[in-house]
Each structure stands twice: as C-alpha cells, then as structure tokens.
C-alpha cells in the first residue's frame, strides 16, 4: 500500500482505535492485528507503528477508552441519591458490557508479554475506574472500616465481572437460572451491608 499523508498523527490514531473498535466488536481480540487495522483505514501497517510502538499498546489505547466510557456511565450512576447509588451503578455496569461486549471482553483477554508492567496512563484509567465506585459507595459502607471499603468494592467488581461475563457469553443458566442484573444487585448489597468476615 502506498504512503499517504492525508491525515495527521492524531486524525490517525483515531482513525486507527476506530477501526480497531470495529474489528472487535465484529470478532473479538482474535481478529484485531495491525495488518487488518491499516487495511480498515487505507494505510500501510508501518504507518500504524509509527503512532502505536506495538499492537500491545493498540490493544491498550482501545481499553483505556473502554474503561473511560464505563467510567463516564459509573460517574453518572453515582450522582443518583445514595439509597439509589449501589443499583444503579449495577445497572450502569451491565448497561456498558452488553453495549460492548467484545471491547469489555479484550480488557481481560489480552496479555502483555511476561515481564511488561502496564504504563503510568493505564494505571491511572483503572484506578479512576475504582475511584468512583469507591466515592459513590463509600457513604453506605458504614460496616466496613474504611481501609478495607476499597478492597471490598474490588471484590464486588470481581463478582459483577463473571456474572457479567457468564451472562455475555449465555453460560449463567449452567451454574444456575437468575436475572444477572438481580444476582448483580444481591452481590453488592449483600456486601455493602455484611462488613468484613
């Protein structure tokens, strides 16, 4: 493929997470390859790599915006009064994996080679994430001590994530039948009011 010019770094960086946005949606991690990406776009792959240093940093540019745009829906489910506040971050949470599936999916999928720390940005994007559960959630977490509310809010997300992901990839009538939002809705009220063990 030729070289072309028509675009500049930053129009085809987002040209290029666009496309990537797309491929994953069609067919999850296993079709995303840069080759595929330039090809969406019209341009060569080696122009791909001037802007992504690797396919690995692709694939994390693409979660970052995942996670901004479940972090943007959790921050609106969180200024809801806060008898509210636990179910309707559920909701926002089942909301955001059933309108991206795949893209939700490759944040847990995709492996950075052994030995490669996640950057500083990305890092950032995940503790945000928690962040705002944590601030929305806080305030009826009075059975908890407060150094252990955070650790208990990343448990509630471990639970909501396979729940979530059973009922995506239609495997939660095998381990029992329930309205995942429900079972979500039970699992973190039920921790919210248990305490620590």
Do not use: Q
Request: glycine content about 8%; proline content about 7%; some cysteine.
């Amino acid at each position: 493929m030729a070289r072309r010019n028509d675009h500049s770094p930053d129009e085809l960086r987002r040209l290029a997470l666009d496309a990537a946005r797309r491929l994953v949606a069609e067919e999850g991690l296993r079709g995303l390859t840069v080759r595929r990406v330039a090809e969406r776009i019209g341009y060569a792959p080696g122009t791909l790599y001037n802007l992504f240093a690797n396919l690995d940093e692709l694939v994390l540019r693409l979660n970052a915006e995942t996670l901004d745009r479940m972090a943007e829906a959790l921050a609106a489910a969180a200024a809801c009064p806060p008898m509210e506040r636990a179910a309707a971050l559920v909701e926002a949470y089942f909301d955001r994996i059933e309108a991206e599936p795949f893209a939700w999916g490759v944040l847990f999928e995709h492996r950075l080679p052994a030995g490669t720390a996640l950057p500083d940005w990305y890092g950032a994007r995940l503790d945000r994430l928690i962040g705002i559960a944590v601030a929305a959630l806080e305030p009826l977490m009075t059975a908890w001590p407060v150094l252990e509310r955070r650790r208990a809010i990343v448990a509630m997300w471990a639970g909501l994530h396979g729940i979530s992901t059973l009922a995506v990839g239609s495997k939660l009538a095998l381990v029992g039948p329930g309205d995942p939002r429900a079972l979500g809705r039970l699992l973190v009220s039920r921790v919210i009011a248990a305490g620590p063990p």
